[in-house]
């Protein structure tokens, strides 16, 4: 395993380390893997191209690390534990030695359907043991995972499917979510009528048994397909750079593009972040309530922890079903030790009284998490008070998508705990704020731009098929940094608290939504003719989405705002739908016609009043119609 450090000190130390010789840091941990071949170069990079190659010429399998190496000690433990979306149905346990063969099984079957190594095999399936296992099983043979949340509409289906290049589909009947049920079969059968021409079989689980229509030349039936095979499948030797998988991700363009990672790199830091940030010892029981559809859920659902020989629970409904009070119930039954949310999540939650989690014994909580977005001072102390009841840390953690991994984060019980603040960089991780020029800030008690100056394990290491695009977003902002797109500060002491984006990326609910994407979705309206989209503070969500929009022979009345908020749900999915719908005649541009979102955050955000010098816009006579015109 990896090292866990256990004090401040130590902490300090390993820092220390990691900084003065990042190489002979990283070895060490990798070497607590097991290799097929040993790597004999610990990393090679530059921040130019960018190419970033970690444990070269290294050979494993990260299936191997995460389920065949705990065979032995630890194989009757229960690795993943699944809690049904309606709490009377049953519980299902897979220890590591029934996880495997149920692996192995799943890889058997890929293999059947023709998926070779370096295969794109893309998965969108509801929170039940059959993602992570398909998950699993795609990197036993070297085929490269593309996990898309099942809440994605056909359209962003087909378009992920397409960039991918992917040959299966693998989704279920239906998908249950509270007392809904979602047709799932039939979101993938209108992406294939959009077009998605490298797709040669769709396998599909019965969850529900609901009927679905079938083409019995592409379908396949999972059971009819996995149950069959023989339980043992050999873990490919995959190269350290090898592709583990995709994972589609909204920038400020229009379209999504697909963070890659790499299996040694991301193996080696999900499991060394996650035994550090929660603190796991053997017998714990560990609850992320991420989708596997989301980064969160790949890295901290299940990788880090079945690296790290965990019981990670999977949950398949959601917070407010049966009642409001089923997290904490949750935590109750299985006797949770870390619990990992989203501030969204806790501020639903705590709009619904402290009496609900007052109700549930908590006692076995050690270790509480949040991320995805910064955590409101009041959220902050009341997960502190009536979830943690004063007595488990907070872990503020952040990261990206294309970090892989949390960077910076406290831990638990080692460094202090300051509300809202994400706090130190975890051993390895440089993390510096800069200014609008790229100066380094050295001193405390500053804001600026977060980049990360050296490589980590499990940074991205291309954008699928476009690598001139990972250059561009995040390599050549700042010369010779990561750049994270997120604005921060520094407290007197040095803990970083982020604060939020600052490229045109907004953020709801702990989700990431590129404004040009929506506003390209809006757009397909027939009567839209141009619209802009800007967040403003959503007490729920974070942030909220605010559209703008100029219509023509349309009414400006809520049917033409229906018609938007279904557009918007054809064309990326219904969280992407805006809160707030405002008609306008004109947008505030530029002299060079580029809109001002500046004045339209100020608008929506209720702050007209500060709106600064609108003197250089090319059609400062529409701001005050807008202002008028606001909510
Ligand atoms: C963006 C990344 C990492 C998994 C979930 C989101 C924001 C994330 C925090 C935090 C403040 C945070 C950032 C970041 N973010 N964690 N603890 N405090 N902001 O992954 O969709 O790739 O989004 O989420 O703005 O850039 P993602």
């Avoid at 476009?466 to 797109?485: I, Q, W």
Wanted: glycine fraction near 8%; aromatic fraction near 10%.
């Amino acid at each position: 395993m990896t090292t866990q450090i256990t004090s401040l000190e130590e902490y300090h130390k390993e820092y220390a380390k990691s900084i003065e010789n990042p190489s002979a840091f990283w070895k060490k941990e990798a070497e607590t893997f097991h290799w097929f071949k040993p790597f004999n170069e610990v990393l090679k990079w530059n921040f130019e191209e960018p190419n970033v190659k970690w444990f070269l010429n290294g050979k494993t399998n990260i299936t191997y690390n995460a389920l065949d190496r705990h065979i032995r000690d630890r194989g009757d433990k229960t690795a993943i534990l699944w809690e049904p979306n309606h709490p009377e149905e049953k519980v299902v346990k897979l220890s590591y030695k029934e996880l495997l063969t149920e692996v192995c099984k799943c890889a058997n079957a890929f293999k059947n359907l023709g998926i070779k190594k370096g295969d794109r095999v893309v998965l969108y399936m509801p929170m039940v043991p059959e993602l992570a296992i398909g998950v699993l099983a795609c990197a036993r043979i070297g085929a490269v995972h593309s996990v898309v949340f099942a809440g994605f509409s056909a359209r962003a289906l087909s378009d992920r499917v397409n960039d991918a290049q992917a040959k299966l589909i693998i989704c279920s009947d239906f998908n249950q979510r509270g007392t809904k049920k979602i047709p799932v079969k039939k979101v993938v059968d209108d992406a294939l009528e959009l077009g998605c021409d490298s797709i040669e079989n769709v396998l599909v689980l019965k969850n529900t048994g609901d009927s679905v229509s079938w083409n019995s030349s592409k379908n396949k039936w999972w059971h009819e397909e996995v149950d069959k095979q023989m339980p043992y499948c050999h873990a490919e030797e995959m190269d350290s750079e090898d592709l583990l998988f995709i994972l589609y991700t909204s920038g400020s363009t229009g379209k999504p593009k697909g963070v890659v990672h790499t299996i040694g790199g991301y193996m080696v830091y999900t499991s060394y972040s996650f035994r550090n940030v929660f603190q796991y010892q053997e017998d714990d029981v560990y609850w992320c309530t991420a989708d596997i559809g989301w980064i969160t859920g790949h890295s901290y659902i299940i990788y880090g922890p079945l690296l790290s020989g965990a019981t990670t629970i999977m949950f398949e409904g959601i917070p407010t079903h049966p009642t409001p009070s089923r997290f904490w119930q949750i935590c109750e039954k299985h006797k949770v030790n870390q619990f990992y949310t989203a501030p969204t999540a806790i501020r639903a939650l705590m709009a619904c009284g402290h009496d609900l989690p007052n109700k549930s014994d908590l006692s076995s909580i050690r270790v509480l998490g949040t991320v995805g977005e910064p955590i409101n001072e009041e959220a902050w102390h009341w997960y502190d008070k009536h979830i943690g009841r004063g007595k488990a840390p907070i872990v503020d953690t952040w990261w990206q998508t294309e970090t892989g991994g949390i960077l910076i984060s406290p831990l638990p019980g080692i460094t202090d705990n300051k509300p809202t603040y994400a706090s130190y960089p975890l051993p390895g991780i440089q993390a510096v704020l800069v200014d609008p020029d790229g100066n380094e800030l050295t001193e405390n008690n500053v804001e600026g731009l977060l980049c990360i100056k050296h490589p980590w394990p499990s940074m991205i290491r291309t954008t699928y098929g476009d690598h001139e695009r990972c250059k561009t977003v995040y390599f050549s902002t700042f010369k010779g940094m990561y750049f994270t797109g997120d604005g921060a500060r520094k407290d007197d002491e040095g803990r970083i608290r982020v604060i939020g984006r600052v490229d045109d990326v907004i953020n709801v609910s702990g989700h990431r939504m590129g404004t040009a994407e929506v506003e390209n979705a809006i757009n397909e309206h027939p009567n839209v003719i141009e619209s802009a989209i800007v967040g403003y503070p959503h007490d729920i969500k974070g942030q909220g989405i605010y559209a703008f929009v100029i219509t023509q022979g349309a009414a400006k009345d809520n049917t033409t705002r229906k018609e938007i908020l279904e557009v918007v749900t054809r064309e990326i999915a219904p969280i992407a739908k805006p809160d707030k719908i405002q008609f306008v005649d004109g947008l505030p541009k530029t002299r060079s016609g580029k809109i001002m979102r500046r004045i339209l955050r100020k608008v929506a955000s209720n702050e007209a009043h500060s709106l600064g010098d609108i003197s250089t816009l090319l059609n400062p006579e529409c701001v005050q119609e807008i202002i008028e015109g606001a909510f």
